[in-house]
Each structure stands twice: as structure tokens, then as C-alpha cells.
């Protein structure tokens, strides 16, 4: 049984409740999930074997949501080494704009600099292409948790 913290990054709803149909996936098959709407570094330490799945939108030109900023700014400005950690990375967005999916991309590349280890690929999806996120995600993470 793995323990998973989800951060959200979401500005109209989508990603939060891509996290949540995803957390449940997780708990159907015995696994912990916790979902963060706000998540700061103090949350990641207080769990240091929990695997971490940012869950983000995309806002403005290629920005990341207010409610995941604070983490990240973080992981910036702190920049503590994580190679232990494992994480993955479910990236909304929407390919009419140039920067599609630009803050879940930031946020695969600053853990890859932290040293974090990615469990499979990052999952994008593309408003352009469905109307429905949490489905995609959910079947994505049938097989992404696998390697849990
Ligand atoms: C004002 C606004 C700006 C956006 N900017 C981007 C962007 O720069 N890149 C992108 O890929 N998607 C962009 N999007 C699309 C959102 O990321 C997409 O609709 C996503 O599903 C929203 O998820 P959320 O409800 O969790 O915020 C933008 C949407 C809006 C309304």
C-alpha cells in the first residue's frame, strides 16, 4: 500500500476534481490518497515517503494557479533535494493557447531538478480534446498506479 499526496493547482474546479476521481481510484485499490488544495513544502516533509502527484491547470499566458504557487515558489527559492521522492504529474490545459500545459511542464522540470523520480509520463489533457478530464485521468491512473 503506497501513500499518495496530491497538490492542486486549479483556478475553475477541473483539476481539483481530476485529483479527487483519482484519489478514489487510489483508495479503491487500498492505497492512501490526500488531496492538498494549497499545498506548502511543510506538507511534502511531513510526509517524506508519500509519492506526490501534482495535479495542475494552466492559467493566464503559461501560469501556474495561485492555490499550487506557494509550493512551488518554494521549491524554488528553497531548493531541497529530493531523491527519494516519487512523483508523477497530471498537466490540464488547452492547445489553442502556446503555452499548452506550461505550468505541469515547470512542475515536471523543477522535481526532475530536485532529483524527484517520475513514476511513468506526465499525463497532459487537452481541453481541445475532451470534454471530460476525470475520465481521462482515471483510466491513466489504473495503469499508472501499477507501478506504485
Ligand atoms: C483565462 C484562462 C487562461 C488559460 N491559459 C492557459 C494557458 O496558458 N495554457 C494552457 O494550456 N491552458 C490555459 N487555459 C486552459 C485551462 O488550463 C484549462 O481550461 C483547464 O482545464 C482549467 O483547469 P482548472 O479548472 O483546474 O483551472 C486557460 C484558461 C483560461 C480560462
Known amino acids: 500500500m503506497a501513500s499518495v499526496i496530491f497538490a492542486v493547482g486549479s483556478v475553475y474546479g477541473n483539476s481539483?476534481?481530476?485529483?479527487?476521481?483519482?484519489?478514489?481510484?487510489?483508495?479503491?485499490?487500498d492505497h492512501?490518497?490526500?488531496?492538498?488544495?494549497?499545498?506548502?513544502?511543510?506538507?511534502?516533509?511531513?510526509?517524506?515517503q508519500a509519492v506526490l502527484i501534482i495535479c495542475t491547470?494552466?492559467?493566464g499566458q503559461g501560469e501556474l494557479p495561485d492555490n499550487i504557487y506557494a509550493l512551488v515558489s518554494e521549491l524554488r527559492e528553497q531548493f531541497p533535494l529530493m531523491p527519494e521522492r516519487r512523483y508523477g504529474v497530471i498537466a490540464l490545459g488547452?492547445?489553442?493557447?502556446?503555452?499548452?500545459?506550461?505550468?505541469?511542464?515547470?512542475?515536471?522540470e523543477l522535481l526532475q531538478e530536485l532529483q524527484a523520480q517520475r513514476i511513468g509520463e506526465v499525463l497532459y489533457i487537452d481541453a481541445c480534446e475532451t470534454a471530460d478530464p476525470e475520465g481521462v485521468a482515471v483510466e491513466w491512473m489504473k495503469t499508472w498506479m501499477q507501478a506504485l
Open 16 to 29: 481539483t476534481s481530476v485529483a479527487e476521481e483519482c484519489a478514489e481510484v487510489l483508495r479503491s485499490a
Open 32 to 48: 492512501e490518497a490526500e488531496i492538498y488544495s494549497n499545498a506548502t513544502l511543510d506538507d511534502l516533509l511531513a510526509h517524506p
Open 57 to 59: 491547470s494552466t492559467t
Open 94 to 108: 488547452d492547445s489553442s493557447y502556446d503555452t499548452f500545459a506550461d505550468a505541469g511542464r515547470q512542475c515536471d
